[in-house]
């Protein structure tokens, strides 16, 4: 089975200051993805990643950065975060070859920015 | 840009109703579609998927069919339950690409 798992998996940070948020995989997939999911606007991709070292601009990218040190972690950092970025976000792999579509997502991260 | 409509933001229907959720697509190129289900707490899974070659999903009962003359890929299932309640995201991968890009989401209620 599948599994992606999320860190912190609930967060209260104030407006200007740091958050990382961290997922780490065990499926060996060479694909990440972090996504962020509003009411009203569904699942909107940030940040994806192809491989160790790899870190690739999504739909959504400003305000934010992300970092693939290994195949299993990939890291979404808010360096000042702002309360706009309040949110749930949610780390998914994928084995794909390009199109394969299939993604493993983790329980998601409540973000709120106060 | 890739995109993926869904015009429902809420379905509510009793037990044994027919679901039918309206997915429109729009791409350059030929696309894979999806159907992912989101349940209360969790992070979405995989329902079902449809490529150009098979142009049919079908997976727990649920149905899903791809147009190419109408950009469509509607959702549906004959007799819905309780347990379905959840949200339903169209999605599609273009082809050559790695991003999914999701539809907004529907939000099916299923009352007992």
């Known amino acids: 089975e599948a599994a992606v798992t999320q860190s912190p998996r609930n967060k209260v940070a104030v407006t200007g200051g740091k958050v990382t948020l961290s997922c780490n995989q065990t499926n060996n997939h060479n694909n990440m993805y972090w996504y962020r999911q509003d009411t009203g606007h569904g699942l909107r991709l940030i940040h994806y990643?192809?491989?160790?070292?790899?870190?690739e601009k999504g739909d959504i990218p400003d305000g934010y950065k992300a970092s693939r040190p290994s195949q299993e972690n990939f890291s979404l950092i808010l360096e000042l975060a702002t309360p706009s970025q309040t949110s749930v976000y949610f780390c998914?792999?994928?084995?794909?070859?390009?199109?394969?579509?299939?993604?493993?997502f983790g329980e998601g991260s409540k973000l709120t920015v106060l | 840009g890739d995109s993926v409509t869904q015009k429902q933001g809420q379905v509510t229907l009793s037990e044994d109703d027919f679901l039918f959720i309206n997915c429109t697509y729009s791409t350059t190129t030929y696309p894979t579609l999806f159907w992912y289900v989101q349940y209360p707490g969790q992070g979405p899974q995989l329902l079902l998927k449809v490529t150009t070659a098979n142009n049919k999903g079908i997976s727990r009962g649920f149905e899903a069919t791809y147009d190419k003359g109408t950009t469509s890929f509607h959702l549906q299932k004959a007799s819905v339950q309780e347990s379905d309640s959840a949200v339903y995201f169209c999605a599609l991968v273009a082809s050559g690409y790695n991003k999914l890009t999701f539809g907004k989401g529907t939000v099916l209620l299923v009352s007992p």
């Open positions: 998914a792999s994928g084995d794909g070859g390009v199109g394969t579509g299939q993604l493993y």
């Open positions: 990643s192809y491989g160790a070292g790899s870190t």
